[in-house]
């Protein structure tokens, strides 16, 4: 306790955030033998956003089978405590330094926790309606589709008679079918890319299945109403998504429901002097997935929006091994190359490379719908390609991966073309 009466602890790795990316973080420092692995977590219960996704589709790749989320959620919590993670939950962490002290305010008492090494898995927020600048009215009957979810799923509420969806990206395409099972008549799905921007088999599952119409390159210009929302109007957009006069038409609807993207939660990575890059609104890491920030790690969906949560699981454990390598001081090689985004790529992580690093697998996105497709790794002065796949399909959705086989030597480029 210091004299002013704030307790102060002191751990080896703690980890902010106990969703899937958190909760295996931890679990990816115990296994690799630290034993002293807290976990903080701001809500009541471990599992974050799961614990609101109770439809299945979890799991495949992690368990080998198809479970809820909050059945996910509980796997992996139970796991951890097994394995002797320590968690306070209830507690929200406040501020983190760059020298790994946080500022943690609890139901018990404020207090400040000395970190060997943290890991950043804060999980992301939804864009909003002023985000995005949709003119009208602000009558009730306007939600984002996350926080839908949240009060159908855990408060059993109805929150409407006929839906209007913006956007269609996964949770928005979730929801239309979770409303639609809730007796709600979804009225469409607009989308201003001439894509969806969720993943296909949510198109599938979700829309198709349900009867759900998809308008592409679509979007609500108008929402109408005063105490409660009355309509909204859609149009088409042209190829620089702006609105094509004379396409306009009115949609009757009392809800509508803002599915336009999620934003990594790194209020507290900036406060720590993370630097972020603008392509993915995460941190800037290597490929240990430290950030710029000495002992300070970060994964899942504040690093960068993950499709799957298995995904953001598997990037967890390594974020758990690899800060567990930092506490040990078996850290090498400060220097680092370069990897920057080429032709069709809309970002790469991670976004430096120690130099000597071998095995390094990058994570990347394409900025649009491609066939037959060549991904190369090239070095970017030389132009000499370290790798190469081809693929028959590539969505923008959809998270892929390539594994660089030889050592990173110099700064590399990454390009897909069809
Ligand atoms: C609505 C929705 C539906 C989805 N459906 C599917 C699906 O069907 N299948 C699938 O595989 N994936 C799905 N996903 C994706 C998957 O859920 C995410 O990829 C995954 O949950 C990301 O995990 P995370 O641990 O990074 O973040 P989160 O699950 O968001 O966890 C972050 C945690 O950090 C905590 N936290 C944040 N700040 C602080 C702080 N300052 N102090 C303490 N704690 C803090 C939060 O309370 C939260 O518990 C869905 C995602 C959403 C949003």
């Not at 984002?144 to 409407?160: D, E, F, P």
């Amino acid at each position: 306790m210091t004299e002013t009466g704030t307790v102060v602890e002191r751990h080896d790795i703690v980890v902010i955030g106990g969703g899937p990316a958190g909760l295996a973080a931890a679990l990816g420092a115990r296994r690799a033998g630290i034993d002293d692995v807290l976990l903080i977590e701001r809500d009541r219960v471990l599992g974050g956003i799961l614990n609101q996704c109770i439809h299945d589709g979890f799991g495949l790749f992690l368990y080998k089978e198809t479970i809820s989320g909050p059945e996910y959620a509980e796997r992996l919590a139970e796991d951890a405590a097994r394995e002797g993670v320590i968690f306070h939950t209830g507690a929200m962490v406040l501020d983190l330094s760059p020298d790994r002290v946080l500022r943690v305010n609890a139901a018990d008492g404020y207090r400040l926790v000395r970190a060997g090494a943290v890991i950043l898995a804060m999980g992301c927020r939804e864009r909003t309606r002023d985000m995005i600048g949709i003119p009208g009215t602000r009558p009730a009957g306007i939600f984002t589709a996350g926080s839908a979810q949240n009060m159908v799923n855990l408060h059993n509420l109805k929150i409407g008679r006929e839906a209007v969806i913006l956007g269609s990206g996964d949770v928005g395409l979730i929801m239309a079918r979770r409303l639609t099972f809730e007796g709600i008549k979804v009225r469409g799905v607009f989308e201003i890319l001439p894509w969806p921007s969720g993943l296909e088999r949510n198109v599938r599952q979700c829309l198709q299945d349900f009867g759900i119409p998809l308008e592409l390159s679509s979007t609500v210009v108008d929402i109408r109403g005063r105490d409660r929302v009355s309509s909204v109007i859609v149009a088409r957009v042209d190829g620089s998504s702006r609105p094509i006069p004379g396409s306009e038409r009115e949609i009757a609807c009392d809800t509508l429901l803002f599915s336009v993207g999620l934003i990594p939660e790194n209020e507290l990575s900036k406060r720590a002097g993370v630097v972020l890059s603008p392509l993915t609104g995460g941190a800037v890491v290597d490929e240990t997935l430290m950030t710029g920030v000495p002992g300070v790690f970060s994964c899942g969906n504040v690093l960068h929006i993950h499709d799957v949560a298995d995904w953001a699981s598997f990037e967890g454990f390594e974020a758990g091994r690899r800060a567990a390598e930092f506490v040990r001081g078996r850290r090498s090689g400060a220097e680092t190359v370069e990897v920057r985004v080429g032709e069709n790529i809309r970002y790469v992580l991670p976004q430096i490379v120690r130099r000597g690093a071998s095995g390094v697998t990058l994570n990347f996105r394409v900025r649009r719908p491609m066939r037959s497709v060549a991904v190369e790794v090239r070095e970017a002065a030389s132009d000499r390609i370290l790798t190469r796949v081809k693929l028959y399909r590539l969505i923008p959705s959809e998270m892929r991966q390539i594994r660089i086989p030889t050592s990173v030597e110099d700064a590399l480029e990454i390009v897909a073309h069809e």
